[in-house]
């Protein structure tokens, strides 16, 4: 069975979520072997393995760290010239997508990115994309080389099936490229305890009619009664209302939750561009003709001061 | 010394307009309105900032690969303050793919000189976002992307890098090819004097000749990629809607607990 290349995003060895996704995907294709990369890299094994890498190959140096990008390139084209797989797989974060691309023109390969699906086709696997703020769904293949694609978060759900996982170590040599890009200093985003929005199963969203980062507090209340991510609009995020690493959109995040809740959000094409491809959208809006509503599911006309904080009350009162 | 900057910019369908695909499924652009993509605004916006920042002499020269209309944003970023533009255009070139615009843009950019390059973060129709790192690629140069803050200074460039793990300082020497995000500054609107001066800044035109590019390398054929089909999005059923009459929250929950998220 012809071999896939998954690019493993992890952290400490803790492995995120949207690589054990990558796994299962890999699957529908052939045996997906996996490529760790950093400090734990070994550590990753256990996790892979269970869900069905046959194989995990691990290489740790100080320039994955230090320097941007290219030494990741550089393994990743080791790998494949080690394993000469029918597919590379990465994760679709501003990184991955880097990585993919570069690591696809050194090859002789095309690239596809953001993929929503896959599925094995007579000519090679089969990429979903949603585009144009996601009112059309394509099918694209590569045509040329080895396909890699990037996949974005949510596009599968995690299926266990243990594999063997055996760890080799794999040798790799950085081009002179590799230093180019110093990294001189690194400050960590501190946690806020909720999940990461792109995996977040559900995810809050507040928009201008927050109106003001002292409300933000009733969107972050909801959130947290139902273990959600918070999203915010680009007008929130441009009020300095909400970090922009919190903005869902065309020039923030693309968000694929099972549940989206937008709150005084209009609904604006830039940001349909980034959560309409969500399972069931809610919204609460005082007016009734906002955009948003033609995407809804369920959607409340009124004063999200009103009917956000009896919503979180009665979703506490219910789980209690 | 001087620093010549290379700014990459795209001309895209308008979002708000009613965007499509054409019978070989490629994008329509006969059917909706095309203007300089709004996230390239930000890298021209940068180009003009380290100019006004730089003790040295800076050329400003804005490329772009696309159709005859392509033209008018170029003439957006020439009335923003941009010096001389470059349009790469050839019939050849319909349908070309990442790969192949990164080979066009690569191309130009050795022709034309450069000690920096400077790119948005992605384009508002096909958000990709790989060409920055494809030019680097192929240049054989450092690249220094997704910047929310940039400057040029000895040679050298410096920025930082915000992403979702941790913020990042990172430096590189030129030459470089840099990407920023939305966050790295408001674009300025061009002034009724920026724009007069634009008619009279020089747009050179090349076509894959001029550029040693062949046809097979480009266009549909050239592609890596290949589009099997493109569908509109199913309509989204018509939701739910109720007015809230102070039992709003009430019955949202009750929807949330009917679909299982309670």
């Known amino acids: 069975m012809a071999e896939v290349l998954v690019y493993v995003d992890h952290v400490d060895g803790a492995v995120r979520k949207p690589t054990l996704e990558l796994l299962t995907l890999a699957r529908r294709i052939g045996e997906p072997v996996a490529l760790a990369l950093g400090p734990g890299a070994e550590n990753t094994a256990a996790a892979l393995a269970e869900h069905g890498a046959v194989k995990v190959l691990t290489h740790d140096a100080s320039e994955y760290a230090d320097y941007l990008v290219v030494p990741k390139v550089d393994a990743l084209q080791a790998a494949v010239e080690s394993v000469s797989p029918a597919a590379v797989l990465v994760p679709s974060s ?75 170590a794999l040798a790799v040599t950085f081009s002179a490229q590799a230093t180019g890009t110093r990294v001189t200093g690194r400050t960590p985003r501190e946690s806020t305890g909720r999940p990461e929005l792109t995996e977040a199963a559900i995810v809050v969203s507040g928009g201008r009619g927050v109106n003001g980062a002292e409300n933000f507090g009733l969107i972050e209340a909801l959130a947290d009664s139902l273990g959600a991510a918070v999203g915010a609009s680009r007008a929130a995020v441009d009020a300095g209302w909400y970090p922009h690493t919190n903005q869902v959109g065309q020039t923030g995040k693309s968000v694929s939750p099972q549940l989206y809740i937008a709150n005084g959000i209009s609904g604006a094409i830039q940001h349909r561009a980034g959560m309409q491809t969500s399972k069931t959208i809610v919204a609460v809006n005082k007016d009734a003709e906002a955009p948003i509503f033609d995407l809804v599911d369920y959607g409340v006309v009124g004063d999200l001061f009103d009917v956000v904080p009896q919503l979180t009350e009665e979703i506490n009162a219910r789980k209690g | 010394m001087s620093l010549r900057i290379v700014v990459t910019v795209k001309y895209v369908p308008d979002a708000t307009g009613d965007r499509h695909f054409a019978d070989d499924l ?228 009750e929807f949330l607990a009917s679909q299982k998220f309670v």
């Open chain 2, 26 to 253: 490629t994008v329509d652009r006969d059917d909706v309105d095309g203007l300089l993509s709004e996230l390239d605004e930000y890298a021209v916006e940068q180009a003009l900032q380290i100019s006004e920042n730089a003790d040295d002499d800076v050329e400003i020269t804005v490329l772009t690969v696309g159709p005859e209309d392509a033209k008018d944003a170029l003439r957006k970023a020439l009335s923003m303050g941009a010096d001389k533009a470059i349009h790469v255009e050839d019939d050849d070139l319909h349908g070309t793919d990442v790969i192949g615009t990164s080979l066009v843009l690569a191309k130009a950019i050795e022709k034309a000189g450069y000690d920096l390059v400077i790119s948005g973060m992605a384009s508002t129709d096909g958000t990709a976002g790989v060409i920055p790192a494809l030019l680097a690629e192929r240049l054989g140069v450092p690249q220094v992307t997704l910047l929310s803050e940039v400057s040029v200074e000895d040679g050298a460039v410096k920025g930082r890098r915000d992403g979702d793990a941790a913020s990042e300082q990172l430096e590189a020497s030129l030459p470089a090819v840099v990407s920023v995000t939305d966050q790295s500054g408001e674009a300025r609107y061009p002034s009724f004097k920026g724009i007069m001066a634009a008619k009279k800044k020089p747009v050179q035109s090349w076509d894959l000749s001029d550029l040693d590019i062949e046809a097979e390398e480009v266009g549909l054929e050239g592609s890596w990629t290949a589009v099997d089909s493109a569908a509109a999005r199913p309509a989204r059923t018509a939701g739910t809607i109720v007015k809230d009459e102070g039992e709003g929250g009430k019955q949202l929950a």
């Open chain 1, 94 to 168: 501003a990184e991955g997508k880097e990585i993919a691309a570069r690591l696809a023109l050194r090859i002789g390969s095309g690239v596809i990115t953001d993929a929503t699906d896959l599925e094995a086709g007579d000519e090679g696997p089969v990429a979903t994309q949603s585009v144009f703020a996601a009112s059309f769904t394509t099918k694209t293949r590569v045509s040329k080389g080895t396909p890699v694609i990037t996949v974005k978060p949510n596009s599968a759900a995690v299926e266990a099936a243990p594999a063997a996982g055996v760890v080799e």
